[in-house]
């Protein structure tokens, strides 16, 4: 029920730009204050629930979301003009990695519990704890994977921390249906309604006064670096500062050595065009730069030129990526004479090529461009290519391409790129990112907020868990993780020895 102030808008069709029909309120005050009490309410009863039953809240939110999953896939390509490969192959990542998080609950040895017991000095006994509410802003270009039960949103949950969602405007009818998901999948475990709110608004207010409020003990965040900076920056600024884990984009460099880049050819340039051109450009780990160690071969370069010059490509999924995607490649020609530029059409792919020595003078040409575009940089010698690498931001990737004598003559190249990313490739192309243990994705800043943590992977939920050491408890004191007899049955670092026998 709404009063008569309430506010009401639509999102956008993407192929056409008009609005959908729909209608969505925009949160005022009473209801942000609600949901936020709501979300501190619950988040004792929350932290002490068991991990076998947050495995089972997960599961159930994931059979939520695919039974709404024809609703979901239609109003998701209404509204980012993407596919139905697209659609279907994000909403089955987005069940994947909710499952992931389920089988990490599961085993249970995420908690870390690590028992320190000997007959003398004090009896110590450690584990992760769920650090409290989480804000957690949905991403414009994976309107599922990461947003409203996103990365983010699900580690945070696994954890034991109550999530309050705010939902991207553009993609708000997908939001709110997976919202509806969730809040089923809160009903029926018979939890705290707050531990999952939604809200919704059209402008920076409602992200300002959430990070701000003293309830929330946490932020999470994919987009770009301007806001991911002015989050941070409020964060700080609180009386007690909490952490925003920022994902802020990146330029994704390939570096491609001699004699891999002489042998490569009109494939390896294929495979570059393809990677840059997935998902008309939107993706985080978009290669927007290549750097070549001599000049390329005339197949290489002919057939990058030539993908470029006639490929289409989607709308972008809003309009303001598409507006500030072709305003950034016009200040670019206007701004550097020595720059050349192929562009078939307005918003369409581009191929930019540069000298090394013209783009080490003018470094912004290495700021992201979001969209479908990347950069060729041409190298003369290794001590050039290391004087570009050396003087990057810092990078969620990079890939380096060689063969085993490019890796024998160049070794300095890897020790380089390993100072800038979180991610080193050898072979392919960064695109994709698999939901794995082993995964890392974030680097050194601005690429993250915080090189130490992953948004992707099995690691992502110790952005949310804090270590609490207990000294000289009674049995009956201690969490079950932690109790001699180990009634979890989870692995646990017993004096310095993984094991699940009980002490």
């Known amino acids: 029920m709404f009063d008569k102030s309430t506010t009401f808008f639509s999102s956008i069709q993407a192929t056409t730009g008009n609005p959908l029909p729909e209608k969505y309120a925009i949160d005022g005050p009473e209801s942000i204050e609600q949901a936020l009490e709501a979300a501190a309410a619950a988040t004792l009863a929350f932290a002490q629930t068991t991990a076998k039953q947050r495995a089972h809240f997960l599961s159930q939110i994931a059979s939520e979301i695919e039974a709404r999953s024809r609703s979901i896939l239609s109003q998701y390509q209404k509204e980012s003009g993407l596919p139905e490969g697209r659609a279907n192959g994000e909403l ?98 018979s939890l705290h309604p707050g531990v999952f709110a939604h809200l919704a608004d059209t402008g920076h207010g409602l992200g300002q006064k959430l990070v701000q409020d003293p309830r929330v003990k946490g932020v999470g965040f994919t987009g770009s670096y301007a806001g991911g900076k002015a989050l941070c920056e409020l964060a700080q600024k609180r009386t007690e500062p909490i952490p925003v884990f920022a994902e802020m984009g990146s330029t994704n460099p390939m570096v491609v050595l001699q004699e891999k880049l002489q042998d490569g050819g009109a494939d390896l340039a294929q495979a570059i065009a393809d990677s ?10 978009n290669p927007g730069l290549i750097f070549t160690l001599g000049a390329p071969t005339a197949a290489f370069l002919e057939k990058l030129k030539s993908v470029f010059a006639t490929a289409k490509v ?13 305003e950034k490649l016009n200040a670019l020609k206007g701004k550097y004479s020595e720059l050349q530029l192929i562009q078939n059409e307005p918003n369409g792919p581009a191929l930019g090529q ?62 380089l790129l390993l100072q800038k990313v979180g991610r080193l490739l050898f072979e392919g ?13 974030g680097g050194p800043y601005p690429a993250s907020s915080d090189s130490r943590f992953t948004a992707v992977g099995s690691d992502a939920i110790l952005r949310w868990l804090r270590p609490v050491c207990y000294q000289d408890a009674p049995q009956e004191n201690l969490p079950q993780a932690l109790q001699d007899h180990n009634p979890l049955n989870i692995e646990r670092n017993c004096n310095n020895l993984w094991t699940k026998d009980p002490l």
């Open 92 to 189: 089955q990542r987005t069940l994947g990695q909710i499952q992931h998080f389920v089988a990490l609950l599961e085993a249970g040895r995420y908690i870390q519990a690590t028992i320190h017991k000997t007959d003398t000095g004090p009896d110590l006994r450690k584990m992760l704890y769920p650090i409290g509410p989480i804000v957690v802003f949905g991403a414009s270009n994976f309107p599922l994977a990461f947003s409203t039960a996103g990365g983010d949103t699900i580690s945070a949950l696994a954890a034991g921390c109550p999530v309050l969602v705010k939902a991207h405007p553009y993609h708000i009818g997908t939001s709110n249906l997976v919202a509806e998901a969730i809040a089923a999948a809160v009903h029926s475990c």
């Open 276 to 285: 840059v051109l997935l998902g008309n450009g939107q993706f985080c780990t």
């Open 314 to 326: 989607g709308v972008m999924v809003h309009p303001n990526i598409a507006q500030a995607y072709q």
């Open 354 to 415: 540069i000298h090394a020595t013209s783009f080490q003078k003018h470094l912004a040409l290495s700021e992201e461009v979001f969209g479908p575009f990347t950069l060729l940089v041409v190298h003369d010698t290794p001590e050039q290519l290391a004087q570009s690498i050396s003087k990057m931001e810092g990078q969620l990737t990079a890939t380096l391409l060689g063969t085993a004598k490019d890796h024998q003559k160049f070794p300095q190249m890897q020790q």
């Open 429 to 441: 192309v960064p695109t994709g990112v698999a939901v794995t243990t082993a995964m890392q994705h």
